[in-house]
């Protein structure tokens, strides 16, 4: 990839693949790719196994359990990226492999995304990473062995927002950040509904922090207590939120922590976790660890929490479901 193609120079059809299928969310490797290959005068589409050859076709998935693209593809070169390509399951975790990582050329990932790609998705809303990286390092979780095992910033928000009435934030830890005060400014200053989808580390809130994030309109915000040992540190973070918060007390709703099930810890273990956090005003959000080969009890645990059904069934033993 380099500088822009002279005018002699002849243009280049240039396919994207969606593996994951695009219909919940938009695949930003590849609104990134597109936008950086109209930038050089190639032409882009979505490609289709009768819409004749291409001079290149890009696949990307994010997803492990998405099978692969597997139809004959009509192109000189054909380039395969994302987490997905790099994730596989062995005895029942995931293993990620940073040799079959593919990552974006600097001068695709700073551009600015191509949200033609999709227009119902996208419409009004902006996609991208102000931070990667997380300390953390958990086993179930792939982010440290991708991006690394500290938070780090990546770009400023007018990269990938121009001005959308809404934001959405696929950041890892944006709070273990340096420079998490200058991003959070940022967002406040965009006055944009914004929606930090991966979740906020609870672990690192402040008061500080908490009087940031009530100057953001967010449409939702998430924590997450995945790790039962964890609660001497957690439930202190989490009652310190909520008595500063003012955002959810305006708008009458609870905020999300997702609870991590089917991993290292026993159902009462479970249990005690969504007790509490509903104690403390917090709507316990289940998410089985290989859904695919948990046990049943794990998936009645998960309908209770997640369809609000555990605010009136108090306790699991009496939900039916």
């Known amino acids: ?80 990226g994302g987490s997905g390509y790099a994730i596989s399951l062995v005895d029942g ?67 990938f927002w121009g001005g959308q009435r809404n934001i959405v934030l696929c950041d890892p830890n944006i709070l273990a950040c340096k420079d998490w005060k200058d991003l959070l400014q940022q967002l406040i200053d965009s006055k944009a509904k914004v929606d930090f989808n991966q979740g906020l580390d609870i672990r690192l809130m402040t008061k500080e922090k908490i009087e940031m994030l009530n100057q953001i309109k967010i449409k939702e915000i998430h924590f997450a207590w995945d790790k039962y040992k964890d609660k001497d540190i957690i439930l202190p973070k989490l009652r310190l939120f909520m008595k500063h918060q003012i955002l959810l007390k305006k708008r009458g709703h609870n905020a999300v922590v997702y609870v991590l099930v089917n991993y ?25 660890y290989d859904k695919e080969h948990a046990d049943p009890v794990y998936k009645r645990l998960q309908r209770w929490c997640n369809n609000f059904i555990f605010w009136n069934v108090p306790a699991f033993e009496d939900y039916s479901g």
């Open 264 to 288: 290292d810890t026993t159902v009462e273990q479970d249990l005690e976790r969504i007790y509490t956090l509903r104690e403390l005003g917090y709507w316990a959000y289940v998410m089985i």
């Open 93 to 159: 975790k995931e293993v990620f492999d940073k040799s079959k990582d593919v990552n974006l050329p600097a001068e695709i990932e700073s551009i600015y995304p191509d949200y033609s790609l999709y227009p119902e998705l996208t419409k009004d809303t902006a996609f991208g990473f102000l931070t990667r990286g997380c300390p953390r390092g958990c086993d179930f979780c792939i982010v440290g062995k991708k991006e690394g095992r500290c938070s780090v910033k990546v770009a400023d928000l007018k990269q």
């Open 1 to 80: 990839m380099g500088a822009k193609k002279k005018n002699s120079q002849k243009m280049s059809r240039i396919g994207l693949i969606d593996v994951d299928g695009g219909k919940t969310f938009p695949n930003l490797a590849l609104m990134k790719i597109s936008a950086y290959h109209k930038s050089i005068g190639d032409e882009v589409e979505w490609y289709g196994p009768f819409d004749g050859w291409f001079d290149k076709v890009y696949l990307s998935k994010v997803f492990s359990f998405t099978p692969d693209y597997d139809y004959c593809i009509n192109a000189h070169e054909v380039v395969r």
